[in-house]
């Protein structure tokens, strides 16, 4: 089953914009892109999602080029809050008429004071 | 609306011990996922549903029981338990499975096995 690909880590100071890409050069026509992020012990939790161009929203915005193989989160002025890790999720995978949703392994994110 | 609700929040358990993890929402959601998520590492689809009756295999099936015999609940049955399968289980839902609908996770089910 197809994966996306993801930086393992970034660091980054309170102030600065991070930029997260992911690869999904295997992305069907019908796929959108979704971002979650994830705090120690918790769940993941929607941050934004697209299918092309750009979208933002309150907390991101989201790149996605015409040939839609990558995609590129973007988080504005990072806090200590932001420290987590960050997943991009494109799907499902498998045959049609399944709905296999596969994580990678995420981008942990750490911000610094 | 309380969302995904999973119970119990920790459980230890000794190996060759059967239980069963439990996890409700109340959207109305016809997709419902059980991940797990190993120590430093990604999350793994076990078993997922599309509704009430229809349920397959993820990429890491072995081991666990489902079945899904209301569109509220998603109960996962570890059958013989094994130090492997020490995890926190996270069960997730969205509307309909289509990659449009955002997954709604649960706070997550913290399984030691010794």
């Known amino acids: 089953l197809a994966k996306t690909t993801q930086p393992i880590s970034m660091d980054s100071y309170e102030g600065q914009e991070v930029n997260i890409t992911c690869s999904h050069n295997?992305?069907?026509?019908?796929?959108?892109i979704t971002w979650y992020q994830q705090f120690p012990s918790q769940g993941p939790r929607f941050i934004i999602q697209?299918?092309?161009t750009k979208v933002t929203n309150e907390v991101a915005s989201l790149f996605i080029p015409a040939d839609r193989k990558s995609s590129t989160l973007s988080l504005p002025r990072v806090s200590l809050s932001d420290t987590a890790v960050y997943y991009c999720?494109?799907?499902?995978?498998?045959?049609?008429?399944?709905?296999?949703?596969?994580f990678g392994t995420g981008t942990r994110l750490k911000v610094l004071a | 609306n309380a969302g995904v609700t999973q119970t119990p929040k920790f459980q230890v358990l000794k190996t060759g011990q059967s239980m069963t993890l439990q996890c409700a929402q109340d959207?109305?959601?016809?997709?419902m996922s059980w991940y797990r998520q190993d120590p430093g590492m990604g999350l793994r689809l076990i078993h997922y549903?599309?509704?009430?009756?229809?349920?397959d295999q993820g990429e890491v099936p072995n081991g666990y029981n489902v079945s899904r015999s209301t569109t509220e609940d998603f109960p996962l049955r570890l059958l013989s338990a094994a130090p492997s399968q020490t995890s926190v289980y996270f069960c997730?839902?969205?509307?309909?499975?289509?990659?449009?609908?955002?997954?709604?996770f649960g706070p997550g089910t913290r399984l030691t096995v010794l």
């Open positions: 697209g299918y092309k």
């Open positions: 295997n992305i069907a026509t019908n796929d959108y």
């Open positions: 549903s599309v509704g009430a009756g229809i349920t």
């Open positions: 999720l494109v799907g499902p995978r498998g045959t049609s008429g399944t709905y296999k949703y596969i």
């Open positions: 997730a839902s969205s509307y309909d499975g289509s990659s449009y609908n955002e997954q709604f």
């Open positions: 959207m109305n959601h016809e997709y």
